[in-house]
């Protein structure tokens, strides 16, 4: 069975969990409306995606 020679350090330990972080989720501004959306997704101001309406938006 394999068992650990040596006792992980702190230090080692950390330095392998420095990429385990949250990333802040990215954005980019909506060709049509300028608003941020979601890169991939439907723009949630104005409905559109990939230059077609997909989503019906009520205007207020």
Do not use: L, N, W
Not at 10 to 23: E, G, I, M, S, V
Not at 26 to 51: E, L, M, S
Request: net charge positive; aromatic share 4%; charged share 35%.
């Amino acid at each position: 069975m394999a068992v650990p020679k040596k006792r992980t350090s702190k230090q080692r330990k950390r330095k392998r969990r420095t990429h385990h972080a949250d990333q802040p989720a990215a954005h980019q501004a909506c060709p049509r409306c300028g608003d941020f959306r979601r890169p991939h997704h439907v723009c949630p101001t104005c409905g559109h995606y990939d230059g077609d309406q997909v989503v019906d938006i009520e205007e207020f």
